[in-house]
């Protein structure tokens, strides 16, 4: 079964991540202006970590993201978050869906969580998008460019964000994050190359100016919705990684599509671009940095690295949610199972920059 056979849709929800919907129907009613049930809940199959239901009625369907259930790592799933950023972004004309209410009542479902319109359109689970005629896919890679440019000239302080996120040496905090998250999680046990990268990231950070923008954090095609026929993005989801920082770490998490094997989460290489008349790295590079006023991306070689490391260590906490029971997607198994080939990559990375 394919990425987008896996992912796509919606099925019951699943064991251990139910809850009240009569509960959650009053709820609704008091906070959602303009819902009128009854209520009727299933389950996305994608989603490793916040579980995220369809909420349907008669005249209209819904979205609900919440913490999973049972023990969490300190600062995890924190839907409160993507609440905040998802609302502020979208005073500032950025494509997301409209947030409606955040409930941190423990008591209404068992954990925090939000509700928001449901977008409809098209989601690409890989990324030759292979659903879209060869002569279109320029225009959608485009949008994805356009998107996350976009994203990145966003004035924190004019959208409310100057607060979100600490300001300066984001590269070294970020390390240092997922390096104790990664060795905190004992449960998920030790890879060699990620530890390896523990001891080289924190001594080889690039000088230089450490900008803060709004940064996604998984800016990846199947974390955006597209038009159902048109080339545009109507709504980027999956905040819960946002933060402020460095634009740059988040245009080359997105980019590591080129350097990802295909078939694993959003790959493309080993695949001829040509063929599939996808743009190159070199130029997917030169079309961000003219949408941003850049010259070049010096050091991307170890943006990628980075990027890499950082994927694997949250790999490595769906690993260790499978040792705790609480993962929140049915394919978590197979995510997991990518852990040591995707920290070896990471590696081979920090090669080509100089370990």
């Not at 019951?12 to 906070?31: C, S």
């Not at 916040?50 to 209209?60: A, D, G, S, V």
Request: hydrophobic share 40%; proline share 6%.
């Amino acid at each position: 079964m394919d990425r987008s056979a896996q992912n796509s849709g919606t099925t019951e929800v699943r064991n251990g991540q139910g809850f009240d919907v009569t509960a959650l129907e009053k709820w609704l009613e008091r906070e959602v202006q303009g819902f009128d049930g009854p209520l009727q809940v299933e389950q996305f199959r994608g989603g490793q970590s916040n579980p995220t239901y369809k909420l349907i009625t008669p005249r209209r369907s819904y979205v609900l993201r919440r913490k999973p259930p049972g023990k969490l790592l300190p600062g995890a799933h924190a839907v409160d978050r993507e609440y905040r950023v998802i609302s502020a972004l979208q005073s500032q004309d950025f494509p997301v869906a409209h947030a409606h209410a955040l409930c941190t009542d423990e008591t209404v479902i068992g954990t925090a969580f939000y509700v928001m319109d449901m977008v409809e359109g098209r989601i690409f689970w890989d990324a030759d998008l292979p659903q879209v005629p060869d002569a279109e896919r320029p225009l959608y890679f485009d949008a994805m460019n356009a998107t996350i440019a976009q994203l990145h000239r966003i004035d924190p302080a004019a959208a409310g964000l100057a607060d979100y996120g600490k300001s300066g040496n984001y590269f070294e905090r970020q390390i240092r994050r997922w390096s104790t998250q990664y060795l905190e999680d004992v449960e998920a046990g030790r890879v060699a190359a990620m530890d390896r990268l523990v001891e080289w990231l924190p001594s080889n950070i690039p000088p230089g100016e450490d900008e803060a923008r709004v940064i996604h954090g998984d800016f990846r095609c199947d974390n955006m919705i597209f038009h159902p026929e048109a080339p545009r993005v109507l709504a980027v989801l999956d905040w819960e990684l946002s933060t402020l920082g460095h634009p740059l770490a988040d245009f080359s998490y997105h980019l590591m599509m080129y350097r990802m094997p295909a078939g694993v989460t959003t790959g493309l290489a080993g695949l001829d671009l040509a063929a599939r008349n996808i743009p190159s790295e070199a130029d997917y590079v030169a079309a961000y940095c003219r949408r941003t006023g850049r010259d070049s991306i010096p050091d991307l070689d170890f943006y990628i690295a980075f990027n890499m490391f950082r994927l694997a260590a949250i790999v490595h906490g769906i690993k260790g949610r499978i040792a705790r029971g609480t993962a929140a997607s049915a394919h978590a198994d197979k995510m997991a199972a990518s852990l040591e080939g995707l920290a070896d990559l990471a590696w081979a990375q920090a090669v080509k920059a100089g370990a």
